[in-house]
């Protein structure tokens, strides 16, 4: 291939996620030239394909809407679930500049936000946690026609649904807005969630005469004695040069989908990516490449998933994750060895923890995988995995008139299994789990049956047969261990100080709230506060 030398701007951001694009909107109201480059044909990382929400503490959303709320609040919150792993100056930078951020994307893109009531933190029991809700924020529709022929090249849009999150029962929905109303929607070409978001962010970027470059891969970083200096990309099989005079922010997304990497740096099995398969750690190699130092990699974004038998996305093995499905009513999970192991209603990403659970004995994980257990009102009631409610049942869903044929099926042992059935319904019946309190959490009723009262929202006997299993398996929605860095989201140098020109936001940098998932959105709101800051940092070095 031959290299072409000589372009220059004065920011390039790799990535289109949320964290690109709102680091490239930040970088251009700064005065900056700005170039983004995507790897991938399609826009929107895996901002795209999520729910879009964004979770901000202290929001100006909140202001007349009876939410109590404060940054020692916010703080304290986060602090309580770090188990001493929070930078305190980078949790911090985020609760400052996360409200401002929020104003700013209302004011300068078509965006505009409203809170999810009632919608509460994934901890909310913890000091400083918010039970009623008020940090997670929605995104209202986008009419994707508005984006001319940028429309077709958005990720997922095929799988644009014209809602918005608190339109669904993830938002605490009972009911989807009725048909003719989702008729005209339709008709207008409106999407909402993380694809509603992403159009909204690249529309303003558009207006300003910024136009992501897509299909052309980051290869390496160039550099001089002094640091970053630009990149070379590849595009149409030759290698450009673009110096960049003032920085270059990496916002590439995770290494989920990097088998080795994986391997190499999380804390436990992790074989079930659910974000988009382009993210491979291209950020974090080329960061490795020019001396940075690493944070955070044992963790990501944990989520309990099912890989549904021939369903495939963009060239791979796809999967559904398994959020309301194990906290509805007249559902449990039970391990390899027909036991219950946790708590099935709390937050996807707190789980990851039960699925890296070490048996030393038997040197085995054993609640990876594990089995979801329903009986027939369940699945007459609700949808699973994809599957929608009713008698209809595909093959991959096991199905057994009697709990030892179940037994059977998904080779667990039967007596251990039937003495576990029985204790769950006799408590369940009661309205109690002594064993893990399931739906003493108000975040465990909120995903839950929201037309059944209290605990009953998540708690309920398996008293109809059959009976169903499907396998759950622990997956990420993404990684967040990437290139460390200070406040500015300056990538830190493993030989002290700054690496000049070179910053990270989003998935790819060391996650500014360590281990912390704080609510809905606690992936996306940190990406746009740090994607802000580095935009600004890059155009003002």
Known sequence: RRTILSEQCDVIILGTGAAGLTAALAATHEGASVRIFEKSELIGGTTAMSGGIIWIPNNHLQEGSGVEDSREKALSYLESLSLGQIDSDMAATF?????????????????????????????PEHPGGLPGGGRSVDNSLFSLPELGKWASIIRGREKGSPVMLTETPLGGATT????????????????????????????????LGIEPEVNTPAIKLLTDGDGVKGVQVEEDGEYIEIEAHKGVIIATGGFEWNRELVTTFLRGPMNAPAGSPENTGDGLQMAMNVGAKLGNMRNAWWVPVVKVPGE??????????????????HSFMINQYGKRFTNEAGNYNAMGGVFHAFDPQKFEYPNNPCWLIFDHKHKLSYDVAGCPAGDNAPDWMLKAETVEELASLISVDSDTFASTFERFNEFALKGEDPDFKRGQSAYDTF???????????????????????????GGALGTNGGPKT???????????????????????????????????????????TFGYIAGISAANR
Not at 320 to 327: A, D
Not at 457 to 471: D, M, V
Not at 499 to 521: C, E, F, K, Q, S
Request: glycine residues 12%; hydrophobic residues 40%; proline residues 7%.
């Open 312 to 329: 495939m996305q963009y060239g791979h093995e796809s999967v559904r994750l398994i959020l309301l499905e194990r906290t509805r009513p």
């Open 486 to 528: 200070d406040a500015n989201c300056r990538v830190l140098s493993l030989n002290g100080g700054v690496i000049n020109g070179l910053y990270a936001a989003g998935n790819a940098m060391a996650a500014p709230t360590g281990m912390v998932y704080g609510g809905a959105g606690g992936t996306i709101g940190p990406a746009m």
């Open 95 to 123: 609760v400052d500049n996360g409200p401002k951020m929020l104003k700013w994307i209302e004011d300068v893109t078509p965006c505009s936000f409203h809170l999810i009531h009632n919608y509460p933190d994934y901890h």
């Open 447 to 473: 995903n839950g049956d929201q037309s059944q009262e209290g605990i009953s929202a998540t708690l309920q006997p398996l008293a109809t047969p059959p009976y169903y299993a499907i396998k759950v398996e």
């Open 176 to 207: 989807t807005p009725d048909r003719k109303v989702l008729e005209e929607r339709i008709q207008k070409g409106q999407i909402g969630m993380g694809l509603a978001l992403v159009s909204g962010l690249l529309r303003a970027l558009l207006d």
